[in-house]
Structure formats: C-alpha cells, structure tokens
C-alpha cells in the first residue's frame, strides 16, 4: 500500500497546487527591479495557472471541454519553464531553484500531454462508434 507522500505525487490537483505554492514562494525570495517585476508577474501567473485550470479540467463537462482545459494547463505549464529559464538568467543565483522548478514544471507538461492525447483518442473512439 502506498504511503501519503507517494500518493500524493500522483494526484495531479495536489501536485499541482504544491507547485504553485513553491512558485509563490520562490518568487518571494527574488529582487524586485525593472527586470524582474515582470518576469516575476508573468511566472506566477502561469505557474499557479496550471493548477486552476487542471481543477476545472477535472469537472469539465464533456471529453471535448477536458481536452481544452488540460491543454491550456498544459499551456501554462510551458510557460512556466520559459520564465523559470528567463529568471535564471536574470537571477543567475537562483539558478538552481529554476531548474528544479522547471523540472517539475516539465514533468508535469509530459502528463499533462499524454493525458491529452488519450483523451483524444477516446474522442476520435467514440466519432468512430456514432458513424458505424
């Protein structure tokens, strides 16, 4: 049987959310200047992003809504890692915190890409079944 912690690694709406806390919390440690007031804007903007829209992927109300929805999480996980990489370069020392983040911002663009394309092959399933 699985323990808390590692069930907690497969439930996405918590995983989710935990990364959005981290990136709040990392945002709160960096410099606030000309540069990085809107880098700083534009991560914490996709990088809690990912977690609300995976929640209302989760109560969609048809295969096709999920789909849309997971794919703008999976939009604002992309995002995510591109301003964790400008951030990198503007705050070279956080550099390692960044890539930490950006790996699990990655992660989590893996599955949120394979959850998509599974649904969509059940969507072209179920095409398939209403035409025969």
Do not use: V
């Not at 914490?44 to 829209?53: D, E, L, R």
């Amino acid at each position: 049987m699985p323990n808390e912690k590692s069930r907690k690694n497969y439930d996405l709406e918590e995983r989710t959310a935990r990364f959005g806390e981290a990136i709040i919390s990392f945002c709160r440690t960096l410099p606030s200047d000309d540069i990085t007031k809107r880098l700083i804007s534009q991560l914490i903007g996709s990088g809690t992003g990912i977690g609300s829209n995976y929640c209302e992927a989760d109560c969609a109300e048809s295969n096709k809504d999920f789909i849309h929805k997971m794919a703008i999480a999976n939009k604002e996980a992309k995002e995510s890692k591109y301003f964790l990489r400008l951030i990198s370069k503007a705050c070279p020392t956080h550099s390692e915190t960044c890539r930490s983040l950006w790996k699990e911002a990655h992660e989590l663009n893996l599955i949120f890409t394979t959850i998509i394309k599974k649904a969509k092959e059940t969507e072209e399933k179920k095409r398939l079944e209403i035409r025969n």
